[in-house]
């Protein structure tokens, strides 16, 4: 069973122990850190330190993340000793080999912490993010395994986000709104979720994965973009839509079986 006592702080095993390898210990703000560092890399950005400020920004406030240029600095400095990413001269920030195999098993277990609070015990979307954050520091690897298993091998979080390490990876032919053609039909692929008040907001009007929509007016000197759906004709912030992921109807893959259980 996994160690839910562990105060905020310390420090926990990382990966199973394998025979001849170095048991790499992480903490808490460490594993924040490289979540961080990868969902930013996932949004297609360079993750330079304004853009991880950002993201760190949109962690839960009960995970205690300071966002000051000296912590920042520090625990960067901290990451790149423990050979987790390289931070040169172009102050360019990249995961290493390491750093991305921690990175990609703490976001597995975040995305998996979602699906398992969603799907198995039925909370709200608004609150699964931060209910996941917390869970996510206790997960080992056998529980890590058991809940794959009993959610029988999901392949995104609730979002619509792939989970790493099942094989699944975002539709090529998706963009986020503020690139997709106006006026034709568009399936929703990812949904930012890092934000309960506009995931209240995008439930509530029916904006889940695998919903269709269409963009009917995209209007940047406004600041509005207006979609349409079966029900509802939404208003969005050309801020938001920025970080929603959209695929065309008929792109032919399999994006329709995505939608939230």
């Known amino acids: 069973m996994a160690d839910t006592s562990r105060p905020p702080g310390s420090t926990r095993k990382s990966s199973r122990k394998k025979a001849g390898a170095v048991e790499t210990r992480l903490t808490q703000a460490a594993e924040n850190y490289l ?4 969902m930013v890399q996932e949004q297609g950005l360079t993750v330079t330190n304004a853009h991880l400020v950002d993201q760190l920004k949109r962690t839960p406030e009960s995970e205690g993340l300071g966002t ?3 912590s920042i600095a520090g625990m960067l400095r901290r990451m790149e000793k423990e050979g987790l990413i390289t931070h ?3 102050r360019k920030i990249e995961l290493t080999k390491e750093g991305t195999r921690l990175a990609e098993q703490m976001v597995r277990r975040h995305r998996l912490a979602e699906r398992m609070v969603v799907d198995m015990l039925g909370l709200d979307l608004a609150s699964a993010h931060a209910e996941a954050h917390r869970l996510e520091h206790a997960i080992s690897d056998d529980l890590e395994e058991r809940i794959r298993v009993t959610l029988k091998n999901p392949t995104t ?6 989970i790493p390490g ?5 539709c090529p032919a998706s963009s986020t709104i503020s690139e997709a053609p106006v006026r034709q039909p568009l399936r929703l692929d ?6 309960p008040e506009l995931l209240e907001y995008l439930v509530n009007n029916g904006l889940v994965p695998g919903v269709e929509v269409e963009i009917l007016e995209y209007a940047p000197y406004r600041g509005v973009v207006t ?3 079966v029900d ?3 208003v969005l912030g050309a801020d938001v839509v920025s970080r929603i992921w959209v695929c065309p109807m008929n792109c032919g893959l399999d994006c329709a079986t995505r939608s939230i259980r």
Not at 157 to 162: E, I, K, R, S
Not at 166 to 170: A, E, I, L, V
């Open 68 to 70: 000051s240029a000296p």
């Open 227 to 229: 979609l349409k759906t």
């Open 157 to 162: 979080c609730p979002f619509g986000h792939p």
């Open 232 to 234: 509802a004709s939404p």
């Open 190 to 195: 990812r949904i930012p979720e890092e934000d």
């Open 166 to 170: 099942s094989g699944y990876s975002p």
């Open 35 to 38: 979540l961080s560092i990868y």
């Open 88 to 90: 040169g001269s172009s």
